[in-house]
């Protein structure tokens, strides 16, 4: 049997793990799980969080960096001491502003794509309007969070070589490359030339299809 991954279709945190298991040449049962369904995660994991990798054991963990660290038995990404290490606590605080800035630019869209229907599609928007606000407003204001996000993203990519401040990819590129994935669905932005050939970049060597799982 093979391991099985539970998620989200746009949750950068689940979009971590599928491209360090493309990256880790692991195969995995993709589950894409419908935002409303409560059930499925409580009675994984009891708690309504995703990703949840669940191995040949049948043993279920959420959190993305748990379950790289698990399937990362070769310490390809070195997971476990990078988690550790001081740069990543610097890095973590600019992929919670990169977050914020394309979740607000991202969200109104990715209600609508193929991952939502309209019982979820309005589960989900309810529950992320409680936090972020009408969805018509972050749309309206759309051009502040672009700003921000830009003015963030001249800074990312002056530590981006052939990968981030590496000539191999590492846990730093996927973390980065999957908070900035989902901005491809807002179609006035536009990334610099540079940012979108290393997104390109990483998508190739984590062999990542984000649209895999619309097109069985």
């Not at 945190?13 to 990256?23: D, H, L, N, P, T």
């Not at 995660?41 to 963990?61: D, F, S």
């Not at 379950?67 to 988690?83: G, M």
């Amino acid at each position: 049997m093979k391991p099985i991954l539970y998620h989200y279709v746009h949750c950068p945190y689940c979009i971590r793990v599928r491209m360090a298991a493309g990256f880790l040449k692991i195969p995995y049962e993709s589950k894409v799980v419908r935002y409303d369904d409560e059930k499925t995660p409580l009675q994984l994991t009891n708690r309504k969080m995703l990703p949840i990798w669940v191995n040949e054991n049948g043993n279920a963990i959420n959190e993305s960096l748990d379950i790289i660290a698990l399937i990362d038995t070769n310490n390809k990404l070195d997971t476990k001491k990078i988690v550790a290490s001081p740069e990543w606590k610097s890095f973590q605080e600019r992929i919670d502003q990169i977050g914020n800035a394309v979740h607000s630019l991202a969200m109104p869209y990715f209600i609508y794509t193929q991952e939502f229907d309209e019982k979820s599609r309005d589960y989900f928007r309810r529950k992320k309007e409680e936090k972020r606000g009408p969805f018509e407003v972050l749309v309206k204001n759309r051009n502040l969070f672009e700003k921000d996000l830009k003015r963030i993203l001249v800074e990312v990519e002056k530590d981006i070589g052939e990968f981030y401040k590496s000539n191999q990819l590492s846990l730093f590129d996927i973390a980065l490359a999957s908070h900035l994935w989902g901005i491809y669905v807002v179609p006035e932005f536009q990334f610099s030339e540079k940012m979108h050939a290393y997104l390109q970049k990483v998508k190739r060597a984590c062999r990542f299809d984000y649209h895999a799982d619309f097109w069985k």
